[in-house]
């Protein structure tokens, strides 16, 4: 059995009841830039089926080239970046269905 603990002085927890919390965003749907980079290359299209695993970009930075892969079989719905962009972090890169 697992549970979720936060130690908080006296102060704190009176704070901590005035917090709105976070909204959950679902972002599953998304192949997301990890960090700033560029965009070396694509690996799917449009329409492309892709499986758990497959890869589906690089991004360079930091002189490392980062391969980016599915978690989840899916279809390509929208690619928002060509190779040779510059990508902020969580930038979506590629949408899928």
Do not use: W
């Given at each position: 059995?697992?549970?979720?603990?936060?130690?908080?002085?006296?102060?704190?927890?009176?704070?901590?009841?005035?917090?709105?919390?976070?909204?959950?965003?679902?972002?599953?749907?998304?192949?997301?830039?990890?960090?700033p980079g560029t965009l070396v290359s694509?690996?799917?299209?449009v329409g492309q089926a892709v499986e758990?695993?497959?890869?589906?970009?690089?991004?360079?930075?930091?002189?490392?080239?980062?391969?980016?892969?599915?978690?989840?079989?899916?279809?390509?719905?929208?690619?928002?970046?060509?190779?040779?962009?510059?990508?902020?972090?969580?930038?979506?890169?590629?949408?899928?269905?």
């Amino acid at each position: 059995m697992n549970y979720d603990v936060a130690v908080l002085s006296a102060e704190d927890e009176a704070l901590a009841s005035h917090m709105i919390p976070r909204e959950e965003i679902n972002m599953s749907k998304f192949c997301l830039s990890p960090m700033p980079g560029t965009l070396v290359s694509l690996a799917v299209e449009v329409g492309q089926a892709v499986e758990d695993g497959q890869e589906l970009a690089v991004v360079e930075a930091m002189k490392m080239q980062n391969s980016l892969r599915a978690e989840a079989k899916g279809v390509v719905k929208t690619i928002s970046c060509v190779p040779g962009d510059t990508l902020e972090p969580d930038q979506i890169i590629i949408e899928f269905e």
